[in-house]
């Protein structure tokens, strides 16, 4: 029900759910293939015509930007067919009204093909190629419904967008067996080409017995008896992930890669409010759509009382801005418990998302999110980082400034005076050294 005091947001993000839970794959650690059980008796996972055109149709006209953003995930998008999304992108040049439309793509890539490339190439899609590092990390939880490995197909995947020019980025889920090898992981999404990478902490608990609508995977506030699944990365151990591949980024790769968390942390020390969700004071205007119109929170929060209600019977703007959707978004900031409140990183930090609150604080208070010691570990140790770039950028000089100043402060520590001739050199171009700024000594 909504309240007569609903507000229309000015611009909300929406993940669209096209094929539901849907999936050709089987991946272990997957949250979403279990909410089939939300809607049981369901022959054929597929937005249908009606659906789709509301959608689209609704999130245009409720959005008061110029360009609107169209997210579409899964389950698994590519298993609707190209033609599916063919008509999608007729029916935004319909509703346009002169916005810009920009859409991004989330894949497991293994269905990709040259059909495929040329669509999503010349309808200019972002795609977010889901890849968990080398063949190893990879294969070790993302397998097939046959329980086979899918690396090699993902790889056939991402040579199709790269042969289409096709603009991507990777998606990596840090897992308890990936999160203990990360410079490998980086490296390796080097080498495939990416430039933007997210790495995604996997943190699931899962329930003794199926809750009343079948669900394993539970929420932080279930009242049923809960354990944190073996595939769930480490607290301690996700901090020292993100801190060995910043260590290497920051001494190499600053302004060359991108990753994700690096950006929005730049932005906390900057002082702005984070821009992803999961570290912003509060949250709510990140929802989730499923194939048949039902609109949820969160897309980590697809569970029955979470819905907002159905596209087809209430606008998608009256059901953001309700009351209940405002709540839900509220309840970050006004659950923080009071240790995390006077925490010297609750700046960058902000309790990361509720879906990971499920720990008590040292005084014994609940709501401490899961991964608060890696989160510590990690924005403690990038602090004196941050500062320098963040310094260099109000005085409008490139953050990439870093990797000199991190060379240097190598060297003096070393109690060295100049590098070796095979050392990156300290003015972070690159080039070893003897072939850059040792030259001219």
Not at 267 to 274: C, L, R
Request: hydrophobic share 35%; glycine share 8%; aromatic share 12%.
């Amino acid at each position: 029900m909504l309240s007569s005091q609903s507000e229309r947001p000015r611009a909300f993000h929406v993940m669209a759910k096209p094929a539901g839970p849907l999936c050709n794959l089987d991946c272990t650690y997957c949250f979403y293939l279990e909410k089939e059980k939300l809607y049981p008796g369901t022959r054929k996972w597929a937005m249908n015509d009606e659906v789709l055109e509301a959608y689209v149709k609704q999130l245009i006209e409720s959005q008061n930007v110029p360009t609107i953003q169209f997210a579409w995930q899964g389950g698994e998008p590519t298993t609707l067919g190209v033609d599916f999304f063919r008509k999608a992108m007729e029916l935004q040049k319909k509703y346009a009204n002169g916005k810009e439309i920009a859409n991004a793509f989330q894949t497991n890539g293994v269905l990709l093909d040259d059909e495929w490339g040329e669509f999503l190439a010349e309808n200019n899609f972002l795609v977010g190629l889901s890849v968990d590092g080398p063949k190893h990390c990879h294969d070790y939880y993302r397998v097939d419904k046959g329980g086979k490995p899918t690396f090699d197909r993902v790889m056939r995947g991402l040579e199709v967008l790269k042969k289409h020019e096709v603009e991507f980025n990777t998606l990596t889920c840090v897992q308890r067996h990936s999160s203990k090898r990360p410079l490998e992981v980086y490296r390796f999404l080097k080498e495939i080409g990416s430039g933007f990478m997210q790495f995604i902490p996997i943190v699931e608990r899962g329930a003794k017995e199926p809750g009343p609508d079948g669900l394993v995977l539970v929420s932080p506030d279930t009242p049923a008896e809960a354990r944190v699944t073996p595939w769930s990365v480490e607290p301690e151990q996700y901090g020292s992930f993100l801190c060995a591949v910043f260590d290497e980024w920051v001494r190499r790769d600053v302004g060359k890669y991108f990753v994700q968390i690096f950006d929005i942390a730049l932005e906390a020390w900057m002082g702005y409010d984070p821009s992803l969700c999961v570290f912003r004071q509060t949250c709510g205007d990140a929802m989730a759509i499923e194939h048949n119109g039902d609109l949820y929170s969160c897309d980590h929060y697809v569970y029955p009382e979470n819905k907002l209600g159905n596209i087809l019977e209430e606008n998608m703007a009256a059901l953001a801005g309700s009351d209940q959707q405002r709540q839900f978004g509220a309840n970050k900031k006004t659950t923080l418990p009071a240790y995390c409140q006077s925490c010297s990183v609750r700046f960058a930090c902000n309790g990361e998302c509720p879906k990971h609150r499920f720990i008590r604080t040292p005084d014994g208070e609940e709501g401490l999110n899961y991964l608060c010691a890696g989160y510590k570990k990690f924005f403690n140790h990038i602090d004196p980082y941050m500062r320098f770039m963040a310094q260099e950028l109000r005085a409008q000089r490139p953050p990439a400034n870093v990797m000199a100043w991190v060379a240097r402060r190598d060297l003096e520590r070393a109690g060295r005076k100049s590098p070796h001739p095979n050392d990156p050199c300290v003015c972070g171009s690159g080039k070893k050294y003897k072939k850059c700024c040792g030259r001219r000594g």
